[in-house]
């Protein structure tokens, strides 16, 4: 990205369609997507104008950036709560951009800032479980999550105890003080 360009991304104003779309919330960054629109990521969470809803921080599981000259494409893949407490991975989104900006490090900063605590463990029959603690705004409290790697093992008791285990020891050690 040529310096003009980059000081316009960081210090500029965001375009007429990305600022209404967002309302009162910040803009901190955002990219032109290939075919129009654009990928926003707000104070909030990340957002695709015209036609995106919000995905909170708090809800991206995963934001995989593949550059590309100035452009490249984000692959998104937000987390579904499915019971309380177990969140499953949806399905990738992904966002062809033309003009990324300073999008892709704001997402990662953003999302990690989300992140408190992420543990994996083993299950016995295969695979593992991930615990996720992470800050939710408006929130005191971190919020824990159990996401498991295959969405069957939701359903297998044994699997079931160890995460609950395992989150348990997770709580009960947790550094409040993070």
């Known amino acids: 990205m040529n310096p003009f360009r980059r000081l316009v991304q960081r210090f500029g104003r965001p375009p007429a369609e990305v600022a209404a779309a967002a309302g009162d919330e ?4 955002w990219g032109a997507r290939a075919g129009g629109g654009w ?6 969470g990340l957002r695709a104008v015209p036609d995106g809803e919000l995905l909170p921080w708090h809800l991206v599981g995963h934001a995989r950036w593949t550059a590309a000259g100035q452009g490249g494409s984000f692959a998104v893949t937000p987390l579904v709560e499915v019971e309380p407490g177990v969140q499953t991975r949806g399905p990738v989104t992904r966002y062809l951009l033309d003009d990324a900006g300073e999008l892709p490090a704001v997402v990662r900063r953003r999302v990690d800032q989300t992140v408190v605590a992420s543990t994996r463990h083993p299950l016995p029959a295969g695979g593992g479980v991930l615990l996720v603690a992470r800050r939710v705004p408006g929130q005191a409290a971190r919020e824990w999550s159990v996401v498991f790697d295959d969405d069957a093992d939701r359903d297998d008791p044994a699997a079931r105890e160890v995460a ?10 947790e550094d409040a003080s993070r």
């Open 39 to 44: 990928l926003v990521a707000g104070s909030a």
């Open 164 to 173: 609950r285990a395992r989150l348990a020891e997770a709580v009960d050690g």
């Open 26 to 29: 910040d803009v901190l960054a």
